[in-house]
């Protein structure tokens, strides 16, 4: 009797685990299959930095050396390139917010990533397309 007890014990640890593992697998496939870009994968292009960079030059260079973009992109590790693009649309340049067109927003974060180090790709930085799909990582 008392075997049995604890055979049905194991048993039903046994499942629990197996259940825990599952619901782990089923946590994870999101992520693991969505395939999940980030700012490493090349997802801006090279016309973008040049445009971008002029644009820097006029409207953010005054305020912000490159530096600057180490502890901002540290800061949004993780998160929606998106989010950020909205956040300097929202507060950029400082003395001046939204003043400047979508396309130039989009193009000077496209600068500032390839001045951090990250790669030009193939396929354009787009708000609309693809940047709630692309994760920032830290420099
Ligand atoms: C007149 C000065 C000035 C100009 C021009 C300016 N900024 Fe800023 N910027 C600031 C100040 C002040 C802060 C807030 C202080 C801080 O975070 O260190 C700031 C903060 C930021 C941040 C951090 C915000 C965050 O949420 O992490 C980013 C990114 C940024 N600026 C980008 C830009 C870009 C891109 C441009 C050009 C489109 C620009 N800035 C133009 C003064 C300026």
Redesign the pocket.
């Given at each position: 009797m008392h075997n049995v007890a604890r055979s049905t014990m194991t048993q039903s640890i046994i499942t629990t685990a197996k259940a825990i593992g599952f619901a782990a697998v089923v946590a994870f496939a999101p992520s693991a299959f969505a395939e999940a870009k980030t700012i490493k994968d090349g997802v801006f292009t090279q016309a973008q930095v040049d445009s971008g960079e002029a644009?820097?030059n006029s409207?953010?260079k005054?305020?912000?050396d490159m530096r600057?973009?180490r502890n901002?992109l540290k800061?949004?590790d993780g998160q929606p390139v998106l989010w950020?693009w909205e956040?300097?649309l929202g507060?950029?340049?400082?003395?001046n917010p939204g003043s400047?067109m979508l396309d130039e927003?989009t193009d000077?974060?496209a600068y500032?990533l390839s001045e951090n180090g990250f790669p030009t790709g193939e396929t354009a930085l787009d708000p609309d397309v693809n940047m709630a799909d692309i994760s920032i990582v830290a420099p």
């Open positions: 644009t820097y409207s953010c005054a305020c912000h600057f973009y901002t800061s949004w950020m956040s300097i507060t950029m340049p400082a003395d400047l927003y000077v974060v500032i």
